[in-house]
């Protein structure tokens, strides 16, 4: 081995300086780069850059849409539910500030209208039901900033412009058979994105991605970019249709995209009330408030938007309940990692108490979505009939970090309870009361009354906005729970919202006597969808 060693450096050296010097044939990796930049340039000069989208001043737009709501239907077996929304955008894209006004309406008659704004120093809303401004916090803005690109007509634009910052990750896609590819890949934070494009025209005609669902697995969101048309020196669409796993996720019609000289000033004013306006969105922060003896609420705020929204309108709450000897929790709300941190969190907390016991209001995506977190240990789910399956679809599921082989939770059909009616969880301290009430929400709906304290949690049948049955009146939901509530005689003290409100019961006994908003959007000059309008 010692001659092979010596051998190498001679045979370097007897190299020429041009043999050593010259550059070598190019290696798959930078074929690939050649090609993919090759399409990527193309496109763009069919689309349009960064610069021509900023030339254009402001672009106002009215939009329809529809979304399906995934994990939102009547129970976690039927087709998912389909809302509509429709709304108004200005889009300054000289000053980077963007703004709409737009409604939609929940299942089960929960109605939401929103005004909000995006700029590059700050984003906030307004609830234009109740009148109740949020603040988005500063670690959340490129979040809404990002999420203003992607459902844009010029979400295109915006891929491509990705495409060249990251331009050391564009590679060409070789289909399977196929002698001219007409996609590439880029990475841009961490995610892979294929762009789709048309060899004729050279404009972007889709964009995929893989995302792991907590429910489901692996699976791939694709972007259709449909109808473009020319508005100045760039290519605009019209359309814009998002796919889960070759179903539509949502689809978007923007009508009369046009210039205008300039933006209106009113549209970026804060909220008059900017000073109590309710922070969202921006890093995570767990917070455990006592709300009563034994009872706590477990808050945090939403990072996500919702479909067609900029910034996040809703907070989350988890009921916490110290047993003599192990904990209880409600709901477990977004994703394994959120609830990864209450876990956490929770432990800091109660170090000597296990999270013995796990019950949930709904099945519903934002409610549920952090069961994974619970799968691998040892605690017990509490929930209605219909979600048994659910729970063990969701065990079973297989994700891209799980360890090869059985996973941990193989063993969580058996930790599940069901119940029908009401299902007591007897302590000496903090007796719980679980009651299924059914409603048009979903078909399972359970509250949590706690009799000692004279507390009532809910999840989405109270309170989803900070200030619940405000000016903008209370929905059905709203008014059903609180005959509920009536009916059973219970003397209701406080009052915890799934979605992080706590008031006094006499805020739910008042919305008896207030009437439905129902098509208050319309009257608030957000614009509805024309009649007739097919997707």
Same mark, same amino acid.
């Given at each position: %081995?010692?001659?092979?060693?010596?051998?190498l450096?001679a045979?370097l050296?007897a190299?020429?300086?041009a043999?050593a010097?010259s550059?070598?044939?190019a290696?798959?990796s $930078?074929?690939?780069?050649?090609?993919?930049?090759?399409l990527?340039d193309?496109?763009?000069?069919?689309t349009?850059?960064?610069a021509?989208l900023?030339?254009l001043?402001?672009?106002?737009a009215?939009?329809?849409?529809?979304?399906v709501?995934?994990g *939102?239907?009547a129970?976690?077996?039927?087709? =998912?539910?389909t809302i509509?929304?429709?709304?108004?955008?200005?889009?300054?894209?000289?000053g980077?500030?963007?703004?709409?006004?737009?409604?939609?309406e929940f299942r089960? +008659?929960?109605?939401l209208?929103?005004?909000?704004?995006? /700029?590059?120093?700050?984003a906030?809303?307004?609830?234009?039901?109740?009148?109740?401004?949020?603040?988005?916090?500063p670690?959340?803005?490129?979040?809404?900033?990002?999420?203003?690109?992607?459902?844009?007509p010029y979400?295109?634009?915006?891929?491509l412009?990705r495409?060249?910052?990251n331009?050391?990750?564009i590679?060409?896609?070789?289909?399977?058979?196929?002698?001219?590819?007409?996609?590439v890949?880029?990475?841009?934070?961490?995610?892979?994105?294929?762009?789709?494009?048309?060899?004729?025209?050279h404009?972007?005609?889709s964009?995929?991605?893989?995302?792991?669902?907590?429910?489901?697995?692996?699976?791939?969101?694709?972007?259709?970019?449909?109808?473009?048309?020319?508005?100045?020196?760039?290519?605009?669409?019209?359309?814009?249709?998002?796919?889960?796993q070759q179903g539509?996720?949502?689809?978007?019609?923007?009508?009369?995209?046009?210039?205008?000289?300039?933006?209106?000033?009113?549209?970026f *004013?804060p909220?008059?009330d900017?000073?109590?306006?309710?922070?969202?969105?921006?890093?995570?922060?767990i917070?455990?408030?006592?709300?009563?003896?034994h009872?706590?609420?477990?808050r945090?705020? *939403?990072?996500?938007?919702?479909?067609?929204g900029?910034?996040?309108?809703?907070? =989350?709450?988890q009921?916490?309940?110290?047993?003599?000897?192990r904990?209880?929790?409600?709901d477990?709300?977004?994703?394994?990692?959120?609830? *990864?941190a209450?876990?956490?969190?929770?432990?800091?907390?109660?170090?000597?108490?296990?999270?013995?016991l796990?019950?949930?209001?709904h099945?519903?995506?934002d409610?549920?979505g952090?069961?994974?977190a619970?799968?691998g240990?040892? /605690?017990?789910?509490? /929930?209605?009939?219909?979600?048994?399956?659910?729970? $063990?679809?969701?065990?079973?599921?297989?994700?891209?970090?799980?360890?090869?082989?059985?996973?941990a939770?193989?063993?969580?059909?058996?930790?599940?309870?069901t119940f029908?009616?009401?299902?007591?969880i007897?302590?000496?301290?903090?007796?719980v009361?679980?009651?299924?009430?059914?409603?048009?929400?979903?078909?399972? %709906?359970v509250i949590?009354?706690l009799?000692?304290q004279?507390l009532?949690?809910?999840?989405d049948?109270?309170?989803?906005?900070?200030?619940?049955?405000?000016?903008?009146?209370?929905?059905?939901?709203?008014?059903?729970?609180?005959?509920?509530v009536?009916?059973?005689?219970?003397?209701?003290?406080?009052?915890?919202? +799934?979605?992080?409100?706590?008031?006094?019961g006499?805020v739910?006994?008042?919305?008896?006597t207030? +009437?439905?908003?129902t098509?208050?959007?319309?009257? %608030?000059?957000?614009?509805?969808?024309?009649?007739?309008?097919?997707?």
């Amino acid at each position: %081995m010692r001659s092979v060693r010596l051998l190498l450096p001679a045979l370097l050296a007897a190299a020429s300086p041009a043999e050593a010097q010259s550059p070598t044939r190019a290696g798959a990796s $930078e074929q690939d780069y050649v090609a993919g930049r090759r399409l990527v340039d193309a496109a763009i000069r069919a689309t349009g850059d960064s610069a021509a989208l900023a030339a254009l001043g402001t672009l106002t737009a009215t939009f329809c849409a529809r979304a399906v709501e995934l994990g *939102q239907s009547a129970r976690p077996d039927a087709p =998912y539910d389909t809302i509509r929304a429709a709304g108004r955008r200005i889009y300054d894209l000289a000053g980077r500030r963007y703004a709409q006004e737009w409604s939609t309406e929940f299942r089960g +008659g929960i109605p939401l209208a929103l005004h909000e704004v995006v /700029t590059d120093s700050a984003a906030y809303s307004l609830d234009r039901r109740g009148g109740v401004p949020f603040t988005v916090a500063p670690s959340g803005l490129a979040a809404s900033l990002r999420r203003v690109e992607d459902n844009s007509p010029y979400a295109p634009l915006v891929l491509l412009d990705r495409a060249r910052r990251n331009a050391t990750s564009i590679r060409i896609v070789h289909p399977a058979g196929s002698r001219s590819p007409n996609a590439v890949l880029f990475v841009d934070r961490a995610t892979v994105t294929t762009l789709e494009i048309d060899p004729r025209t050279h404009l972007v005609v889709s964009a995929e991605a893989l995302y792991d669902n907590w429910a489901v697995g692996l699976g791939t969101l694709r972007v259709e970019f449909l109808d473009y048309q020319r508005v100045g020196p760039v290519r605009l669409a019209a359309r814009v249709r998002t796919s889960w796993q070759q179903g539509v996720l949502t689809d978007v019609v923007f009508a009369g995209v046009a210039r205008t000289a300039a933006p209106p000033p009113e549209a970026f *004013q804060p909220p008059s009330d900017s000073a109590h306006a309710v922070p969202i969105g921006g890093a995570l922060h767990i917070s455990i408030d006592s709300v009563a003896p034994h009872v706590f609420a477990v808050r945090f705020g *939403q990072t996500a938007g919702p479909n067609f929204g900029y910034n996040p309108p809703f907070a =989350y709450a988890q009921l916490l309940v110290e047993l003599t000897d192990r904990l209880l929790l409600v709901d477990a709300p977004w994703s394994a990692t959120v609830q *990864q941190a209450v876990i956490d969190s929770v432990h800091r907390r109660f170090p000597a108490k296990p999270i013995a016991l796990i019950a949930f209001t709904h099945y519903h995506s934002d409610h549920f979505g952090g069961l994974r977190a619970y799968l691998g240990g040892k /605690t017990r789910f509490i /929930t209605t009939p219909g979600n048994r399956r659910f729970i $063990e679809r969701v065990a079973t599921a297989s994700h891209p970090l799980d360890s090869p082989g059985p996973g941990a939770a193989s063993d969580a059909a058996s930790r599940i309870e069901t119940f029908t009616g009401t299902h007591s969880i007897a302590d000496s301290a903090a007796p719980v009361d679980l009651h299924e009430v059914g409603g048009a929400h979903a078909d399972e %709906m359970v509250i949590a009354w706690l009799p000692r304290q004279h507390l009532l949690f809910t999840a989405d049948l109270f309170g989803i906005f900070p200030e619940p049955g405000g000016p903008g009146g209370s929905y059905e939901a709203e008014r059903a729970l609180a005959r509920y509530v009536l009916g059973q005689g219970w003397k209701v003290e406080t009052v915890v919202s +799934g979605h992080a409100a706590i008031v006094p019961g006499s805020v739910l006994g008042a919305t008896l006597t207030q +009437g439905s908003d129902t098509g208050r959007a319309r009257q %608030m000059g957000v614009p509805a969808c024309p009649p007739g309008q097919r997707f």
